[in-house]
Structure formats: structure tokens, C-alpha cells
């Protein structure tokens, strides 16, 4: 039957319940890497010391928080519009191809002008890729949960066929574009920070990051500050009450859905512009789609987003590592600890509110 | 028949919500085979009380016993082991099964459901013929009235084996006919030795079917009464601590300009039915317009199609001696033009409950420059012109940052009121204005309503209570199957009179 409704106080909400969902993966994983005769405790030092342990660690920690801040982010935007979008992989791809082209054909541009017109560019690959599914679903009642997978195939075949057939470098056996001109690649941070006499180890990490934190506190903004927000949150909640309100939900799941597959697009800026300096094939490696676990463990704010992204930097980074020093650990059985953190943050997250509200009305009641 | 132990004691309960003390001290008993009416203003604590009774919260102290024997009731399945049943204000139903699915939902007893559902047929058939319920047991539940959904509510209640039943304003959502169906029902339920709790702010029906009555203030319970030693003033004074005004009083009208015409007004709704024919009507400034009929018989399409949610088949609307089209009717433009809507589901419809109050006094305004610059929002703006709208109002608590859903329904009633009043409409189109909401609430309302017409404001005025389309309005169309079937001026006209109109018995006609 139905149980009383959970109510909880909303630092609870966002802080206590995600960490409690955490240890318990946490705990489910060390049992995992017990079984294969490891211990946890080393395995959890040894991926903690790689991804955090080292400045070489850390910068490689935060080029993938990158990652999953753009795609966590993505989500996140969607979700406040109650429409799920699992597309990112595709958008961040046709972003790539956008940002491709820009860098390719505005090549003689200055540095100044290039890096924002690529940037500009995959924003806008990557909404006009989420923005169709958003418009189907506003006029024709497709749902986007079926179609942004859909466009995940049509984005992952074309871009093949331009890699192959047009845009590929002339005479490389690899599906890649040519270089970007010197001008459109990201400063990496080491470089930067190098300018002022701070001397770090070489890493992926570059401007991009910044860009991310920037997208953070943007959102932030758009979501809980803004006008187009509040009506993005409105039709999200009751959509009922938004048409009530004069406003339009057809308009703002277009809209939303745009917004959404522009952050995605924030994947290929960091990916093509920032770390390949080049489009190759298959870049979004998946990112896309933990970028769906990272908003649904940060409860679609951005601060529970750059944790949960941060926490999934951790373990890319620091899994990478661990298989390294520890070869029984593989690469697979990291993918397993990573797919427990999502099952558990993601998907049993009910179960760990309801935990999490008894046992704070049983300590509530306690000093009464 | 001797000392019976009372059906429910309720000793010493008190409940808190952070720092609102929802329920002090509260102790009730509750006589078995009585109907045991509860009266109290919004935010009293009424629903709190029975949530904690049905489990749904658990007090933070105090005790209950059922049928004299303490019991712990920690959740819906404690109190219905405990045999109590609850019917729900907002139904929990699922729309799209059978009536007999609906009932046997939680307890179908095994995991193949041939055999629960054909023991649920008995049981249900039993029933019916027990109350006098006639209810198809394959009816699709979504396709049924109200009226006929809140019988599946009370059926399903009884089919667990209630013998106490909880009904919080179930009256609310009925017309006044299903109300007198759901009371013969509660009167046949206490001839079979049930106890029926009964919330409700209409003291009219208080006074029809209840044995004894409890009033709660402010989250404690102030007074016990039989019913036939108390009258209704004495009960309203007993809730709201003062002497309350339960007639309209109203100065005779400074009728204006026409500001709101329609013309051969026709809607045609999903399943291609005339939901409203050939509606024509207008508004003058400074007058309220009531509609008098049975709910369902097109005041809501009226409503809808004047506040520009949906969109006419035919007809033509002026406001303001302009002719609105089609791109012109919509909401976000018609607030523009001064035209306000108080939605008649305002829960629904009028409110977004996962929103704090404050977010939802700017529902329908947040493009309002006054409440942020360029294309932001200011928290702190929303936040004051929130605060001053719940003072005005007396909305409890004035807290703009709780949460909209934690609210007591007439609070959350009073939040949209306020909204939409407060922003000086040119058109007010208003509906169910005091659904819900306690009768010092009611009182200060129709004041405002009032105020507004003799600010020269034109209101359109749909309620399903007659008595208060009479007490206010200034005119009157009776609307019967989606036409107006008549207009008479307030003073000239009768319940009865009405009645006829309203069942389509027209002038014309006759
Ligand atoms: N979950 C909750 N969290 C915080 N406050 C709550 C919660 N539920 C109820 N309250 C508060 O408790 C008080 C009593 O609410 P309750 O719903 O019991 O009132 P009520 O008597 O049923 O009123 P109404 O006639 O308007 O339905 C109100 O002030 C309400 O705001
Ligand atoms: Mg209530």
C-alpha cells in the first residue's frame, strides 16, 4: 500500500542521500574486488592516489569531469523540462562535425576569432541535433526518448561517412579530419598556468574546463534565476499549469531541447578543439551517456552536477590508473565498479531516500 | 447496545511541521456506528489529524486507540489492517482500469488475478446491494463522473474491511445532487453500524448528517458538540473565534460599459461533441455575472474558451470593443489586456505544487518586468510581493519559501486567489471562488469580489453552490447542455425559477 510520502530536508536531498548511495557502491564494489582476491582497501588507495594523488593525476581527473560536466549538464537542462534526453552522444558528435568544419574552412581566421566561431559551431551542431527530436515530440508527439536514440545512430553513421567520403584526410588509413590550424586549439592548462611560472606536468586539461565551469554557473543561472527558466521548470512540473500561465510547452521543449544539445556540444569542444586537435571517429566514447547518471545523481542542480562529474573523473581516471599498477583489476572489471555507481546513485536512488528519511525521523524523534 | 468502546480515541495528539505546530494536544473520541463531522478553518489541522489516524504521518506524541485497544499506525496498511478506510480528496484511482481492478488493487490476493477478481465480483455485487451503490463493476474507471469515481474510493475502502471511514472534503468536487447521493450512502453505511469521520466546511452538511461535531483552531480542538444542540452560527463563531457574516451584503450595482462580449460562442471538444452552443453573452463593467446550472453542462468550456485555453469553433469574442483573434487568445496576451482567470481546478490547473508559494505567486507573470531586469528574475522581488499577498490574504503559514504542496488545501486555494485578484483585472473570470476554503475565508472573498465590481471591474462568476451565484451575482445565465437556456436579473429571480432554467426548461420554449 502507499507509505507515507518521502519528505526530506533539502540538504538531505542533495548532499546526504547521494553520499549514502555512494558508500553503499562503494562497499558493493570492494566485495566485487574481494571476490577476484584483491583487497578494497589497496585498490581504493590506489585508484584515489592516481586520480587525485599526483598534479599528472588530477589534471587527467579534471579533463574528464570536463566531459561529464558538459554531458551531466545536457541532461540536467532536459530534465527540468521533464523530457529525458539520452541523445548526447549523437549531439556531441554533430557538434564535432560543426566545430570540424569551422576550424577547416575558417582557417585563416585569427586565433581570437576562430576558438569562439568553433565554439559557436558545436553549440549550435549540437542543438540543432537535439532541437529536431524536441520538435517532433512538440507537433508530433514523438517521444524523445525514442527519437534522440535514433538520431545516436543517424549522428554515429554520419559522421563515418564524412570522415570516409569527405572530410577525411588525404592519403591516412585513420577516419579522421586533418589538423586543426595552430590557431583553433585550446590552450591546455599547463601551458597556461606555465605563462605564469606555475610548472605542470603535461595533461589533456585545457581552456575547455573553464568553459565548463562557466556552464555551470550559466545554468545555474538559466534555471533557477531566469525568466525562460522558471517557464522551463513550470512545464516540467505540470504542464497543465504552464499552459494555464500563457506559457507555451511546445515552444519550451523546443527550447529546452536546444539548450540541452548545445551543452552536449560542450564534449566536442573539449574532445576536438581541446585534446585531438582534430574530429576522429567514436570521440564521444560514451561520455554522452554517464552524462545521464551524472544529472540523475546531482539532482539536475549544477553543484550535485560538478560532484557527481568530479566523482566519475575520479574513477575514470583513477580505474585507469589502478588496472595499470594492478593487472588482476582490468580495465572491464573498472567498468564494473563505475556500472555499480550508476546503478546505485541512478537507479536504486529511491530506495536510499526512503533509508535516509527513516532513519532521520528516528533520530529526530530521539532527544523528544 | 451498552457501552460500546468508541470506534476511535485519539488522546494527546500533537504533530509539528518544522515550526508549525500542526496538531496540539489534540484528543477526540469517536463513538462507534456515529457520523462524527470535523469543522475548522484552513490550516486548523484537520487533514493532519487524519493523516496520522490513517497513517500517513506518525505523531511525535499522544496515542490511539481503535475499538479501546492502543495501536501503533505507522502506515496505510497498519490502519487498514486496524480496519480503517480513507477516501481521499484527490482520488487514488488508477483511470485507465475496471472498476472491479481498481478495487482489488493492493489485495488481489495471489499472484495471478483470475481468482481476485472474481471473488472482488461477489464481494463488489454484495456491496452494492448492501448500500444501495449501483456501480458497474467494468465501467472504465476514467470515464465515470466524480461522483461515481469517489463510490469506486468508498467501495474499495469497504472491500479492505473498513469499518471506520475517513472522507476529507469529499463534498468539494460533487454538486449539490451527488452530495445528497454520497449522504444517503454515509446514512445507509451507519445504519449497518460503520462510524463515519466526515471533513468538511459546508456546515450545511454538517448539520444534515452528523451525530456529533469537533472543531478545531489552530491546530488544537476547541469543542465537542451534538450536532442537533448547536447551530451553524455557533459553529462558525467556535472556529474562527469571532462572529461571522454569512450573508452577502452589497450595495446595488454602478453598471458601466461593456467590456467583455462573445458571440454565438460554440466548442467542439477531442470526441467532436458541442461542450458549448451558440453561447453569447456580455460583461459591463462594475457588475458580477453569475452562471447557474448542474456542473458539466459547459461552465467550464465557458470558462476555458473566455480565458483563451481552448479555442472556439465558431463564434467571436470583443474585449474591450475589440474583436479578439484567434493568435490574440491566449493566456500570456489576455492577462495583458487585463483579462484574469481564477482557474476552477486550482490545484491542477492554477498551481504548481512542486513549487514554493512564492515561485507560484508570480505564475503567469514571470515575464512581469516588475518582478526582475531583462531577462532575469529577482528571489528577493517575488519573495516580498509574495509575503504581502499571503498577509493580505491570510494565507497560514506566511512562509513565500515553503513549498506549495505543504500547504493545507485552502491555504493553497487562497495563494491563487490572491495572484489573480490582487493584479487589478479589467475581466475577472472566476471559478469555484470558495471551493475549499473555510467560511471566515468565504466571508472575506465575496467581500473582496465585491469590492472588485464596485471598482468598476466585470467579473463572470461560476460556482456549483447556487446560493452563492445568487448572494453575489448581479445577473444571471443558466447554462443547460452547453446553451444558456436563460437571463434574469438577481433581484427578480428564484431558486426554483433557476432550477427550471438550469434544466432546460427555456422561456423560449415554453
Ligand atoms: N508536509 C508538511 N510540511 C510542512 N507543513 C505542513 C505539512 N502538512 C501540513 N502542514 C501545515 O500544517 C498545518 C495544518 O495543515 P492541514 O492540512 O492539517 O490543515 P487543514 O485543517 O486540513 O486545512 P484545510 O481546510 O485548508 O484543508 C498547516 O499550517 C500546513 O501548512
Ligand atoms: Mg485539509
Known sequence: ?368 | MTSLPPAIALIGISKAFGPVKANKDVSLTIAAGSIHGIVGENGAGKSTLMSILYGFYEADSGEIRVRGEPRRIRSSSDAIAAGIGMVHQHFMLVEPLSVVENIVLGAEGGALLKGGIAKARVELARLSQEYGLAIDPDAIVGELSVGLQQRVEILKALYRGAEVLILDEPTAVLTPAEADQLFELLRALKAQGKTVILITHKLREIMAVTDRVSVMRRGEMVAHVETNRTSPAELAEAMVGRRVLLRVEKSPRQRGAPVLEAAGLTVIDERGCETLRDASLTLHEGEIVGIAGVAGNGQSELLDVLAGLTQPARGVIRLGGKILNAADRNPANLRRLGLMHIPEDRLRTGLVTAFAAAENAILGYHDDPAFGRGPFLSPTLIEQHARAGMQDYDVRPVDPGLKTAKFSGGNQQKIVLAREIERAPKVLLVGQPTRGVDIGAIEFIHRRLIALRDAGVAILLVSVELEEVMALSDRILALCGGQITGEREATTTDERDLGLLMAGVSERAA
Open chain 1, 1 to 368: 500500500m502507499s507509505a507515507a510520502p518521502i519528505d526530506l530536508p533539502r540538504w538531505a536531498d542533495t548532499a546526504l542521500v547521494p553520499l549514502v548511495s555512494v558508500a553503499a557502491a562503494l562497499v558493493v564494489a570492494g566485495l566485487v574486488v574481494l571476490s577476484i582476491g584483491e583487497s578494497p582497501l589497496e585498490a581504493t588507495a590506489l585508484l584515489l592516489k592516481g586520480s587525485l594523488g599526483s598534479l599528472e593525476g588530477l589534471g587527467f581527473t579534471l579533463y574528464y569531469t570536463t566531459n561529464f560536466i558538459f554531458t551531466g549538464l545536457a541532461v540536467a537542462v532536459a530534465f527540468h523540462a521533464g523530457l529525458f534526453n539520452i541523445g548526447g552522444e549523437g549531439q556531441a558528435t554533430i557538434a564535432g562535425i560543426f566545430a570540424a568544419i569551422a576550424c577547416l574552412w575558417l582557417a585563416p581566421l585569427p586565433g581570437i576569432l576562430l576558438v569562439p566561431l568553433a565554439i559557436l559551431a558545436a553549440a549550435a551542431g549540437g542543438a540543432l541535433w537535439a532541437f529536431i527530436p524536441g520538435y517532433l515530440q512538440a507537433t508530433r508527439g514523438s517521444h524523445v526518448v525514442i527519437t534522440t536514440i535514433m538520431f545516436n545512430f543517424i549522428a554515429a553513421t554520419l559522421i563515418v561517412y564524412l570522415l570516409v567520403e569527405v572530410m577525411g584526410k588525404t592519403g591516412s588509413m585513420q577516419p579522421e579530419t586533418p589538423d586543426f590550424p595552430k590557431q583553433a586549439v585550446l590552450t591546455p592548462i599547463h601551458e597556461l598556468l606555465g605563462a605564469f611560472g606555475l610548472k605542470l606536468p603535461s595533461t589533456p586539461l585545457n581552456t575547455s574546463f573553464l568553459l565548463a565551469l562557466a556552464s555551470l554557473v550559466a545554468v545555474w543561472a538559466l534555471i533557477y534565476r531566469s525568466r525562460l527558466g522558471y517557464a522551463i521548470r513550470t512545464v516540467g512540473a505540470n504542464p497543465r499549469a504552464a499552459a494555464y500561465a500563457g506559457i507555451s510547452p511546445a515552444r519550451i521543449i523546443m527550447v529546452a531541447m536546444a539548450i540541452s544539445g548545445a551543452l552536449a556540444g560542450g564534449l566536442a569542444v573539449n574532445e576536438a578543439m581541446g585534446v585531438q586537435h582534430r574530429l576522429v571517429l567514436d570521440f564521444t566514447a560514451g561520455y554522452g551517456f554517464v552524462g545521464i547518471a551524472v544529472a540523475l545523481m546531482g539532482r539536475g542542480h549544477p553543484v550535485g552536477v560538478s560532484l557527481a562529474a568530479l566523482l566519475f573523473g575520479v574513477l575514470y581516471q583513477g580505474g585507469a590508473e589502478l588496472s595499470f599498477d594492478k593487472p588482476t583489476i582490468t580495465r572491464d572489471m573498472v567498468v564494473v565498479i563505475g556500472g555499480i555507481v550508476i546503478l546505485f546513485a541512478g537507479a536504486l536512488d529511491g530506495l536510499f531516500r526512503r533509508l535516509v528519511a527513516t532513519l532521520l525521523s528516528s533520530v529526530a524523534r530521539k532527544p523528544a
